[in-house]
């Protein structure tokens, strides 16, 4: 079932985790389902004893796990990013994958790497880390009790997608999301040069959706520079028609 390749490419992206006795079972959560890439985005100091009493004999994911100061870094060469979350509001995604969507769109999805972040115990995501991903996933709970433990919300996604193992097509490289983030700050400058944004905020959230949109395509680098040639294309010809000169 397992495919080689398929699972090593998914980095599970832990921010802030308050106890280490979670950390543990993250670790063994993954390793259960053949997932090892672990980031933890915080400058915590976690008590060993209680990361490897939890994680058991699964302290290789701890042993190996990457240290990041912020989530932007740990992100850094995906190329394509999830929270996992399931509050909603005015300043979160619109929509959500749910974890069988999710595994169904990792396996559509060309070679790089593919980062699931999950908060913090007490409180999960803040808008600003939801918004550095270009997706959210949402695990199905009860409304009388829809509060998932860390290690069980990591386990389910985990579990859906080891399940979802497939053979997927190799060849094409989609681009990273720092090199998305770069395309949708110049596409948005030029949508401003034009004078395209007339209400507060528009600019920041068309920026957002820019990104969110890219990314979700899986574009290869040849694909994104002539979706950016659209944008220099149409400021030009925006000047023209002004009678200016660049």
Same mark, same amino acid.
């Given at each position: ?5 398929y699972?090593?490419?998914?980095r599970?992206?832990? %921010? ?13 959560a993954?390793?259960?389902?053949g997932?090892m ?9 976690y008590?060993?004893d ?10 290789d ?6 240290r990041?100061?912020t ?28 974890p ?16 699931? %972040?999950f ?5 999960? $995501? ?10 959210i ?7 009388s009790f829809?509060s ?10 985990c579990?859906?997608?080891f399940?979802?193992a497939? %053979?997927?097509?190799?060849g094409?490289?989609a681009v990273t999301h ?9 596409m948005t400058?030029h949508l ?9 905020d ?7 959706l ?5 990314e979700?395509?899986? $574009?290869?680098?040849?694909e994104l520079?002539?979706f950016?040639?659209?944008f ?9 028609k ?5």
């Amino acid at each position: 079932m397992e495919t080689e390749g398929y699972l090593s490419r998914i980095r599970i992206v832990l %921010v802030d985790t308050q106890d280490g006795a979670n950390i543990g079972s993250v670790c063994r959560a993954m390793k259960t389902m053949g997932i090892m890439d672990l980031a933890i985005v915080s400058d915590r100091e976690y008590d060993e004893d209680r990361v490897r009493t939890l994680a058991l004999h699964a302290s290789d994911v701890w042993e190996n796990a990457k240290r990041f100061h912020t989530l932007q870094e740990a992100l850094e060469g995906s190329i394509f990013t999830v929270g996992a979350t399931r509050r909603r509001g005015k300043f979160r995604k619109l929509s959500a994958y749910s974890p069988e969507q999710l595994s169904d769109k990792v396996s559509s999805l060309p070679d790089g790497r593919i980062s699931i %972040v999950f908060g913090r115990e007490s409180d999960g $995501l803040r808008d600003d880390e939801v918004a550095a991903c270009s997706s959210i996933v949402t695990i199905p709970t009860s409304d009388s009790f829809p509060s998932l433990n860390l290690s069980q919300a990591v386990q389910i996604i985990c579990y859906v997608l080891f399940r979802g193992a497939l %053979v997927y097509k190799q060849g094409m490289t989609a681009v990273t999301h720092e090199r998305i983030t770069e395309s949708a700050d110049e596409m948005t400058e030029h949508l401003s040069a034009m004078g395209y944004f007339k209400m507060a905020d528009e600019e920041k959230w068309t920026n957002q959706l820019l990104k969110d949109i890219i990314e979700r395509a899986a $574009l290869s680098g040849e694909e994104l520079r002539r979706f950016e040639k659209i944008f220099r294309k149409a400021e030009l010809i925006a000047m023209h028609k002004r009678g200016e000169e660049k």
